[in-house]
C-alpha cells in the first residue's frame, strides 16, 4: 500500500521569501507520479505541480519547483517569492492507476 | 469550457438517511472518482468509475456506492447515514485511466449529518 506523510501540520513565511514544504511516501512500486495540490478556503483542490518518478530532473512551474529525490522517496515543494494568495493547505500526493493517495496536508500561511 | 461540477454544494442530512451527491466530468474526460475529505484530513479515495463500471475501491463499506451514467456524469450514494460521514466529497476526473493524466476536482459537496 502506499503512503503519503507530510510532516509539517503548518508553515508561515513572509511575502516574498522563499519556504519549502516536505513530503516523503512509501511505495513498491516504480513508475508512478507524484503531485502537490493547492486547496485555499474556497475549498477547489488546484493543481500546483506534477513529477514524473521516471523522470530524474525536478519539475518546475514559474515560482513553485520540487526537490524529488526518489531513493529516499522524498518529494518536497519550493515556493520562491512567496505571495499572499500562496495562503492555503497544501497536499502532496501520489499517483497510480489513476487514484490518488494524499497526505495529511500543510497550512502555508503567508505574511505581509 | 466547463470543468468538473458537483451539485449541491451544501446539504445537511439526519442520521440513517440516505444522501446522493452528483458530478459532472470535465468535457472529454470519462473516468470519475470519488473522494471524502473530513475535517482537517486530506481526501480519501472511495471509488472510482470508468466506462459505467466501478474500477477502483478503497476502504470504505457498502453503504457508499456509485453510479456512471452514458454521458459520464456520476452519482455517489450514501445509506444509513453516520454522524462520521460529514465531510467534504470531492469528485474528480480525468482522461481515461491511464497513470499520470491530469486529474481535476470539482469544488465538492459538504454532506453535514445531524
Known amino acids: 500500500a502506499q503512503t503519503v506523510t507530510q510532516s509539517q501540520p503548518e508553515m508561515s513565511v513572509q511575502e516574498a521569501e522563499t519556504v519549502t514544504l516536505s513530503c516523503t511516501y512509501d511505495t513498491s512500486e516504480n513508475n508512478y507520479y507524484l503531485f502537490w495540490y493547492k486547496q485555499p478556503p474556497s475549498r477547489q483542490m488546484i493543481l500546483v505541480i506534477r513529477?514524473?518518478?521516471?523522470?530524474?530532473q525536478n519539475a518546475t512551474e514559474n515560482r513553485f519547483s520540487v526537490n524529488f529525490q526518489k531513493a529516499a522517496k522524498s518529494f518536497s515543494l519550493k515556493i520562491s517569492d512567496s505571495q499572499l494568495g500562496d495562503t492555503a493547505m497544501y497536499f502532496c500526493a501520489f499517483e497510480y492507476g489513476n487514484k490518488l493517495v494524499f497526505g495529511a496536508g500543510t497550512i502555508l500561511r503567508v505574511k505581509s | 469550457d466547463a470543468g468538473v461540477t458537483q451539485s449541491p454544494t451544501h446539504l445537511i442530512k439526519t442520521r440513517g438517511q440516505q444522501v446522493t451527491l452528483r458530478c459532472s466530468p470535465k468535457s472529454g474526460h470519462d473516468t470519475v472518482s470519488w473522494y471524502q475529505q473530513a475535517l482537517g484530513q486530506g481526501p480519501q479515495f472511495i471509488f472510482q468509475y470508468y466506462e459505467e463500471e466501478e474500477r477502483q475501491r478503497g476502504n470504505f463499506p457498502d453503504r457508499f456506492s456509485g453510479h456512471q451514467f452514458p454521458n459520464y456524469s456520476s452519482e455517489l450514494n450514501v445509506n444509513a447515514l453516520l454522524l462520521g460521514d460529514s465531510a467534504l466529497y470531492l469528485c474528480a476526473s480525468s482522461l481515461d485511466q491511464t497513470s499520470g493524466n491530469t486529474i481535476y476536482f470539482g469544488e465538492g459537496s459538504w454532506l453535514t449529518v445531524v
Open positions: 513529477q514524473e518518478a521516471y523522470k530524474q
